[in-house]
C-alpha cells in the first residue's frame, strides 16, 4: 500500500536554482494538494488540484507552480528558489475528507 | 489573528493522566472539524473527526462549542506512543480546497 509518495525526500538548493517535487497517489483520488509547514504556523496550503486537468491557487502560491500530469501525479516546481522557499512540503490527496498526506521533502535553499 | 489557533505547548504528562487541548477558529461558518496527529518529521494523520454531537475513539474524546467555536481534544490514561503534535483542522467549507490548519500542540508522555 504505497499511498501517497513523494520525492525527493531532501533537497539543497542554491538561490536562483530550479527544481520539481514529485508526488504520486495510487488511491484512485480526484483531488490533490501541496502543502508547506514552517516552524510555528499551520499547513498552509500552495496549490490543489480538484480533479483531473484543473488546479488552482491556495493560500500561498506565489513563487510556485504546479501540473496535474494525470488522475495519479502532481507536481510543484519552483522556477527561481529563494531562502523563504526553505521549508518541508507535503503533498496529499483525498475524495472528501479525509487528507492522506505523503512523507514530504525537506528543502533547503541557500 | 490566525484562523486556527492553538496552545503550542508542550505538554509534559506522566504516563496515565489525562491531558486536554483546545484550539479556536475564527471562521463562525466552518463546517467540518479534524484533529490530525504529527509524529517527529513524519507527515500528518488523521485522528479523529469531530462531530457536532461530541465523539469518542477509545481513550480519545474530541468535541466541538459552535457558540464558542473552539474544539477539543481529551486523552485519557496518556500512553508514551501518545507523545506527538496534535494539528486542529478546520474546513470553513464543504470542499478539502480550503482546510485550515494549527500550528499544533506538542504532547509528550514521560514514564
Known amino acids: 500500500n504505497a499511498g501517497v509518495t513523494q520525492t525527493p525526500k531532501f533537497q539543497v538548493l542554491k538561490t536562483g536554482q530550479s527544481m520539481t517535487l514529485q508526488c504520486a497517489q495510487d488511491m484512485n483520488h480526484n483531488s490533490m494538494y501541496w502543502y508547506r509547514q514552517d516552524p510555528g504556523m499551520g499547513l498552509r496550503l500552495i496549490y490543489y488540484s480538484a480533479s483531473e486537468g484543473t488546479t488552482d491557487k491556495g493560500e500561498v502560491p506565489n513563487g510556485y507552480n504546479v501540473s496535474r500530469l494525470n488522475k495519479r501525479e502532481f507536481s510543484l516546481r519552483l522556477e527561481s528558489a529563494a531562502p523563504s522557499q526553505t521549508s518541508v512540503y507535503f503533498c496529499?490527496?483525498?475524495?472528501?475528507?479525509?487528507?492522506?498526506f505523503g512523507n514530504g521533502t525537506r528543502l533547503t535553499v541557500t | 489573528r490566525k484562523e486556527v489557533e492553538q496552545d503550542p505547548g508542550p505538554f509534559n504528562v506522566p504516563e496515565g493522566a489525562t491531558v486536554a487541548f483546545n484550539c479556536t477558529y475564527s471562521n463562525s461558518a466552518s463546517q467540518s472539524f479534524f484533529w490530525y496527529r504529527q509524529d517527529c518529521r513524519k507527515e500528518p494523520k488523521l485522528l479523529m473527526s469531530v462531530y457536532s454531537s461530541g465523539n469518542e475513539d477509545g481513550r480519545f474524546t474530541a468535541q466541538l462549542n459552535r457558540a464558542s467555536q473552539y474544539i477539543s481534544l481529551l486523552i485519557r490514561d496518556s500512553k508514551l506512543s501518545d507523545s506527538a503534535t496534535y494539528l486542529c483542522v478546520v474546513n470553513p467549507r464543504a470542499y478539502n480546497n480550503d482546510m485550515r490548519f494549527g500550528a499544533g500542540t506538542r504532547l509528550t508522555v514521560k514514564p
Open positions: 496529499a490527496s483525498s475524495n472528501n475528507s479525509p487528507l492522506h
